[in-house]
C-alpha cells in the first residue's frame, strides 16, 4: 500500500522523515495491516496462548517480527526483557500468565535449549501423556507457549536466565521444552527463514516459529492450519516487500537454502 492509498482513518504518524503507520509500526508504503484478518485478531480452537519474551535489543530492530503476532493471533502478547520474573505487585497480564501457567504445568518453552524435543516427536511420543495433560490441567484456557526472540546469543542468555533462575528456575526446567526442527515445518525449507540471513536452513523467524507451533500444539487439523496459515501470510507479505527492495541477503539465502537442504538447525 502506498503512502498515498493509506485509508484516512488509518492512524499514521511521522518518525523523523518517514510516514510510519501507527498499528504496524511499518512505513507507510509497506504497511503490512492489509494482511492481518480483516475482524481483528483471531481466535485460536484450543485457546493457546502465546508469549514472546522478546530480547530490548530485538524490539529496536526493523524488521523484529514478534510484534506483528498479537495483530493475528488475539491470545499473543510480546514482552520485551532479558528475563522473566515473578513480581509482587500486578503487572501486565502476558507475566502474569506465563507463571500462572508454570503453576498449573500448561506452559511449554519454545527454545532449542538443551533436552529439547521437537515439536512433532514431543506430540506424538506424549500425544496420550504431555499435551492431553497440559490441556486438561489448563481447564480448557489452553496451553501458554513461551517463545524467546533475539540472536542465537542472546536466546541463549534469555533461556539460561529462565533456566537458572533462583526462584522459578526449577519450575521451568519441569516444563515442556520443545523446538521446531525443520521437519516440523509445514513449508519447503527454501521458502523458511526468508527474512533475514539465519545461521542455517531450518532457522525461521519468531513470526514463522509462533505459525508453525501453534499449528502442532493446537491440533494440526483444519483449523490449526487457518491459523498457521494467517500468520504466514503475513510473513510472506513482509517478505515480498522486502524482496521488492531488493534485499541482497534474500537472493543469497534462497540459493544458499536449495545447496544445504538436509542440515538440521533452529
Ligand atoms: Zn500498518
Known amino acids: 500500500m502506498s503512502e498515498e492509498e493509506a485509508s484516512p482513518a488509518e492512524e499514521v504518524r511521522p518518525a523523523g522523515r518517514r510516514v510510519v503507520c501507527g498499528k504496524c509500526l511499518r512505513p507507510g508504503r509497506v504497511c503490512l495491516c492489509a494482511f492481518f484478518p480483516p475482524d481483528g485478531p483471531i481466535d485460536t480452537s484450543r485457546g493457546t496462548r502465546v508469549v514472546i519474551l522478546q530480547h530490548p535489543m530485538e524490539a529496536k530492530k526493523a524488521l523484529a517480527t514478534a510484534r506483528l503476532a498479537p495483530h493475528v493471533i488475539r491470545r499473543a502478547s510480546v514482552i520485551t526483557g532479558r528475563r ?83 526462584h522459578d528456575g526449577e519450575a521451568f526446567r519441569r516444563a515442556p521444552l520443545v523446538y521446531l526442527s525443520p521437519q516440523c515445518l509445514q513449508r519447503p525449507l527454501e521458502d523458511a527463514g526468508l527474512l533475514r540471513k539465519e545461521p542455517a536452513p531450518g532457522c525461521v523467524s519468531t513470526l514463522e516459529a509462533v505459525a508453525e507451533a501453534l499449528f502442532h500444539i493446537e491440533g494440526r487439523d483444519d483449523a490449526a492450519a487457518k491459523v498457521r496459515e494467517a500468520i504466514i501470510r503475513v510473513y510472506d507479505a513482509l517478505v515480498a516487500f522486502q524482496r521488492d527492495r531488493g534485499a541482497p541477503h534474500l537472493v543469497r539465502r534462497e540459493k544458499d537454502a536449495r545447496r544445504d537442504i538436509g542440515k538440521a538447525g533452529v
Do not use: I
Request: proline content about 4%; glycine content about 10%.
Open 84 to 166: 522473566l520474573r515473578r513480581s509482587t505487585v500486578p503487572t501486565d497480564s502476558a507475566r502474569e500468565a506465563v507463571f500462572r501457567a508454570l503453576d498449573e504445568g500448561t506452559l511449554w518453552v519454545v527454545f532449542p535449549g538443551a533436552g529439547a524435543a521437537p515439536f512433532s516427536e514431543r506430540e506424538v511420543e506424549e500425544s496420550g501423556t504431555s499435551l492431553a495433560a497440559s490441556q486438561e490441567e489448563s481447564k480448557g484456557g489452553g496451553v501458554t507457549l513461551l517463545l524467546l526472540d533475539g540472536t542465537w546469543k542472546q536466546g541463549k542468555e534469555m533461556f539460561t536466565a529462565l533456566y537458572e533462575d533462583k
